[in-house]
């Protein structure tokens, strides 16, 4: 079983900075097969990037994934405000297995 | 627009069972595997389940594994999650969560959970 490791665990920043969080898996990863997701309190998940590096429906362009083999990062360019959440990174193994990393809360400083 | 509408959740003391259900709507349901995923108060994300489009292949995480069934009913558009035997640590909100991608490799859309409590 492929294990997800994220860093930071919580990351203190303020808007207008620019956000990296990492995703460190125990084994590689097919790049078309790691994705990032954002969750707020109380709300569902939502997908941010797929395929590494492919946004979702309506993210916008400050927002981007990238990375190989074991290691991948999610950079956000310039905080908003609406970007302070929780975010989680999630590969496929096969089917049917899915893991999810740890995640990285990213709160205002 | 994709929507994803969960029901049936509650408090359930342990041993006891529930079901799930979600009902979806925006998109063409008959085509996609769907899954479940929870959460535990405070914790990450858990995949724990999937059906395909055409309930012909069914898998589970190892810890729900011979406890949960899940099925579907393409006719309704809906997706169910029988849970026996619950125990203290399945207390969690229960996503669904539709497939994306070729082989499901994310999850494209989520409802917005049903909260499950197991405690006497």
């Known amino acids: 079983e492929i294990v997800l490791t994220q860093s930071p665990g919580t990351l203190s920043l303020s808007p207008g900075d620019r956000a990296t969080l990492s995703c460190r898996a125990s084994?590689?990863?097919?790049?078309?097969?790691l994705a990032w997701y954002q969750q707020k309190p109380g709300q569902a998940p939502r997908l941010l990037i797929y395929?590494?590096?492919s946004r979702a429906t309506g993210i916008p362009d400050r927002i981007s994934g990238s990375g190989s083999g074991t290691d991948f990062t999610l950079t956000i360019s310039r905080l908003e405000p609406e970007d302070f959440a929780v975010y989680y990174c999630?590969?496929?193994?096969?089917?049917?297995?899915?893991?999810f990393g740890q995640g990285t809360k990213l709160e205002i400083k | 627009e994709v929507e994803l509408v969960e029901s049936g959740g509650g408090l359930v003391q342990p041993g006891g069972s529930l079901r799930l259900s979600c009902v979806a709507s925006?998109?063409?349901?008959?085509?996609?595997?769907m899954n479940w995923v929870r959460q535990a108060p405070g914790k990450g994300l858990e995949w724990v389940s999937n059906?395909?489009?055409?309930?012909?292949?069914?898998h589970y995480a190892d810890s729900v594994k011979g406890r949960f069934t899940i099925s579907r009913d393409n006719a309704k558009k809906s997706v169910y999650f029988q849970m026996n035997s619950l125990r203290a640590d399945d207390t969690a909100v229960y996503y669904c969560?539709?497939?994306?991608?070729?082989?499901?490799?994310?999850?494209?859309?989520w409802g917005q959970g049903s909260l499950v409590t197991v405690s006497s």
């Open positions: 059906i395909s489009s055409t309930s012909s292949a069914i």
């Open positions: 084994q590689t990863v097919s790049s078309t097969d």
């Open positions: 395929g590494s590096s």
């Open positions: 969560a539709k497939c994306g991608g070729g082989w499901c490799q994310f999850f494209d859309y």
């Open positions: 999630q590969q496929y193994g096969g089917f049917p297995t899915h893991s």
């Open positions: 925006g998109f063409t349901f008959s085509s996609y595997t």
